[in-house]
Each structure stands twice: as structure tokens, then as C-alpha cells.
T-cell receptor, first 114, second 114 residues
């Protein structure tokens, strides 16, 4: 069965620290990849997405993610986090088969200390 | 403002009762989805609908039912057959067929069974 694994359930960082959240998926075909973020009290929203082209994708608020096909990974990075980045982050995969099913990871809760 | 609304924000249910969660969107999206979010498990797909009067079961459809009589509306009924209904329910919508599908989420409904 297709699945998405996020390596860390909870991450605590100090402001200005660098962030990398791991995401691996199990699907052998072409995929569309997403990171969604849920800030406290807000809707789940898109952070960035990849579907083709440059494997390094830039999103909102200084986030970026790198698609490494050989590793089935799509890790999220930010060079310097801020207190306002405190949120839950979800990696998601949509197999590019024309279907409508997007598979979400379990999420990583990030807490940034001011 | 375009978006997705879910009501109510909190819902309490007695055991044995059916309850219906509302989801309305004014984004003119064809596809709509219902997810269940449990701590540590991410989002799991309950049902989805690609078009009016059509819907498909997701991964955890047992104990749930939906209808899609209007493009804007996709209500979810949690029946008494759902053994563990206490959870956070998220509705989403998207425009299918235009590359990787970004999903737009509502604010969610938290259901608590008493």
C-alpha cells in the first residue's frame, strides 16, 4: 500500500536554528508532492508543491523542499526558523495517475522557542 | 471571500446517534473531500466526490455516509455504526485535472461522543 512517512513527530528548535523535516513515500511511479502547514487556530494550507522540473522547490515564508527521486524523499527545509513557524507540517503525495487520492503523512509538530 | 466553511466548530453526540457535519464551498471547485484527523495519524480520507451526484469511498468509509446533490455542498453523516467517531474532521476541495491538485481546507469540526 502507498504510504508517506514523516520521521519526526515533534521538533523543538530555537529561533534562527535551521530546520529540516524528513518525508519519504512509497510509490514507484510518478508523483506530485506537497507540504501543507497548519498554524495554530488556522486552516490547513499549502506551503509548497512539486510536480515536475527543478527538484528544488521554493514555497512561502522562506521554506523550500528538495525532491530526491532515488531516495523517494521530499524533505522540507528552512535556513533560519522564526517563532511564527510554530505549526504542524504535513507531507502529502498524490500518485500522478489521474486519480484523486492524496496520501498524507502523520504530521510533524514544530515548536520554535523565542 | 472565497473559501470553505464547516459547521459546527464543535459537535457533541450521544452514543447511538447519527450526526451530520456541514461543508460548503464557494470556490466553484468540482472535487470535494472529507478527512479525519487523529493525533499521530495525520489525515485519512473518508470519502471524496469528483462531481455532483458522484462520490467514492476513501480508506476509512465504514460508519460514514455522504451526499453530493449540489456542487457547493458535501455533507458528511457520522452514523452510529462508526465505532470511534471522536476526532477532528476536515473538509477540502480542489480543481481536478489541472496538474498537481492543491487542496483547500475548511476550519474543521471537532466531534466528541459523550
Amino acid at each position: 500500500a502507498q504510504s508517506v512517512s514523516q520521521h519526526n513527530h515533534h521538533v523543538i528548535l530555537s529561533e534562527a536554528a535551521s530546520l529540516e523535516l524528513g518525508c519519504n513515500y512509497s510509490y514507484g511511479g510518478t508523483v506530485n508532492l506537497f507540504w501543507y502547514v497548519q498554524y495554530p487556530g488556522q486552516h490547513l494550507q499549502l506551503l509548497l508543491k512539486y510536480f515536475s522540473g527543478d527538484p528544488l522547490v521554493k514555497g512561502i515564508k522562506g521554506f523550500e523542499a528538495e525532491f530526491i527521486k532515488s531516495k523517494f524523499s521530499f524533505n522540507l527545509r528552512k535556513p533560519s526558523v522564526q517563532w511564527s513557524d510554530t505549526a504542524e507540517y504535513f507531507c502529502a503525495v498524490n500518485p500522478n495517475t489521474g486519480g484523486f487520492k492524496t496520501i498524507f503523512g502523520a504530521g510533524t509538530r514544530l515548536f520554535v522557542k523565542a | 471571500d472565497g473559501g470553505i466553511t464547516q459547521s459546527p466548530k464543535y459537535l457533541f453526540r450521544k452514543e447511538g446517534q447519527n450526526v451530520t457535519l456541514s461543508c460548503e464551498q464557494n470556490l466553484n471547485h468540482d472535487a470535494m473531500y472529507w478527512y479525519r484527523q487523529d493525533p499521530g495519524q495525520g489525515l485519512r480520507l473518508i470519502y471524496y466526490s469528483q462531481i455532483v451526484n458522484d462520490f467514492q469511498k476513501g480508506d476509512i468509509a465504514e460508519g460514514y455516509s455522504v451526499s453530493r446533490e449540489k456542487k457547493e455542498s458535501f455533507p458528511l453523516t457520522v452514523t452510529s455504526a462508526q465505532k470511534n467517531p471522536t476526532a477532528f474532521y476536515l473538509c477540502a476541495s480542489s480543481i481536478p485535472g489541472r496538474g498537481p491538485e492543491t487542496q483547500y481546507f475548511g476550519p474543521g469540526t471537532r466531534l466528541l461522543v459523550l
